[in-house]
């Protein structure tokens, strides 16, 4: 959602070009090659767009509906709680400056109660003023519709009992973690924990602790070609495993931290945070099953691809994501995958289709594929709880199958 200049799309889009694949040995991570703002192969910019035409005053695009993300499908009712986390061990990348790598994290669980509690935000106003400014929406009641937007989860109660497998959402480049909100809610819901990271530096701005705001340092470096994608993948492979060590190491951060299945973890991201997936898969055995949501890799697998781990492939039904499309890397990589897989594209989807952006998109008029916001999000959810259900939960699950009447936009591809 971070709009950048028609500059820096294309030296994020030279960059994509120019980078030869690889092939990395079994502890390294893979890349993902970018393209404009989101790291998406793609000749054509794909960055969500501010709208042609704004009825009435200037920053103010006309409204379509209310601004509001699908409830969750799930039987059980969802907690969430923040952690701010900060690992020492090594220097920020974008920022060698800071006191260590800096991270928020948000949990989303399955809870107790349904209904009970302080209802959790969906941003902080500042947070959602500069997503929104980089569309071209900057009118105050905008910010705090955005902001104030209903999660249906309930600040730090009671976790159900249990444990549950845990989940990784790592959001795409320039974009907040909680561009993944209407992922993350649904998964809770059908029972698991899910930790949706925001990587410092690397968005359109992170609240942290002590009123501070973390801005997109990244996405200058890139433009100006003082690094590339797979210092973006490398950084979040290495958050990833910091993530783990903290909500299942032997001295947790997070309160109910014993409500999470150490044995059962997958990851999933949109974008380069899709191919982080990837990436943190190869950097990490705990890890057992991967989603890479319309991300261009950058590197080719190593032989032996990911052990036998399950990917799966999500992403846009056109000629970027279909076999022998323009992103060769998803060809590459499947390729080289040795265990489970599925390649899914979407009829009539856009790059942010997997992510929140299809409701922002619809309400604030802003450019959009043609299917509609709620079969966008519908589909999403129910293919990665699908995938999770059946590689974490042992639960076989007959929608992976093969080509569903339900949800006729998904489409089994085999190259």
Same mark, same amino acid.
């Given at each position: ?16 070009? /120019? ?41 103010? #695009? ?35 400056? /800071? ?10 669980? !399955? ?7 302080? #209802? ?19 009118? !105050? ?19 159900? !009992?249990?444990? &549950?497998?845990?989940?990784? +959402? ?9 561009? +993944?909100? *209407? ?11 899910? /930790? ?5 530096? @690397?968005? =359109? ?24 994608? =797979? ?15 903290? +909500? ?19 990851m999933a991201g949109h974008s380069i945070g899709g ?16 989603? *890479? ?8 697998? #190593? ?17 970027? &994501?279909?076999?022998?499309? @323009? ?41 959009a594929g043609p299917i509609p916001a709620d079969r ?40």
């Open positions: 959602m971070v709009k950048l200049t028609r500059a820096a799309a294309a030296a994020l889009l030279a960059c994509a070009i /120019a980078l030869p694949a690889t092939t990395l040995p079994a502890t390294a991570a893979t890349r993902s090659a970018p393209a404009s703002t989101t790291f998406r192969s793609s000749p054509v910019p794909t960055a969500l767009a501010p709208p042609t035409s704004s009825p009435g005053s200037p920053g103010s #695009p006309a409204s379509v509906g209310r601004l509001e993300l699908p409830a969750p499908t799930g039987k059980l009712g969802v907690g969430t709680s923040v952690l701010h986390l900060v690992d020492r061990s090594r220097t920020d990348p974008w920022v060698p400056e /800071a006191d260590g790598r800096e991270l928020m994290v948000t949990l989303h669980y !399955p809870a107790s109660r349904k209904g009970h509690g302080r #209802p959790a935000p969906y941003a902080t106003e500042e947070e959602a003023r500069l997503v929104l400014q980089g569309v071209g929406v900057t009118d !105050p009641a905008s910010v705090r519709a955005l902001a104030g937007m209903g999660t249906y989860s309930a600040e730090d109660v009671r976790p159900a !009992p249990g444990r &549950h497998p845990l989940v990784l +959402l790592s959001p795409g480049f320039g974009v907040p973690r909680f561009t +993944l909100t *209407n992922v993350a809610v649904e998964l809770a819901s059908r029972g698991y924990v899910v /930790a949706s990271v925001d990587h410092a530096y @690397e968005t =359109s701005g992170t609240a942290v602790p002590g009123g501070r705001i973390l801005t997109c340092v990244a996405c200058k470096a890139l433009e100006d070609g003082r690094a590339k994608g =797979s210092d973006v993948t490398a950084a979040r492979a290495a958050d990833v495993r910091f993530v783990l060590d903290r +909500l299942t190491g032997p001295r947790p951060s997070w309160a109910y931290a014993r409500t999470i299945d150490r044995t059962r973890i997958g191919a982080s997936a990837a990436t943190a898969m190869l950097a990490d055995r705990r890890i057992d099953a991967g989603v *890479n949501m319309d991300g261009a890799f950058w590197d080719t697998l #190593p032989a032996g691809g990911l052990g036998g781990r399950p990917f799966l492939f999500l992403g846009t039904d056109d000629e970027t &994501h279909r076999p022998g499309g @323009e992103d060769a890397t998803w060809d590459t990589t499947w390729r080289a995958l040795d265990g489970w897989k599925r390649w899914l594209t979407v009829a009539g989807s856009d790059h942010f289709t997997f992510s929140d952006a299809p409701v922002l998109q619809r309400h604030f008029g802003l450019p966008a999000l519908a589909v999403t959810r129910v293919y990665l709880t699908a995938f999770f259900d059946q590689h974490l939960k042992g639960v076989p699950q007959p929608l992976l199958t093969g080509p569903s009447a339900t949800h006729p936009e998904v489409r089994f591809q085999q190259p």
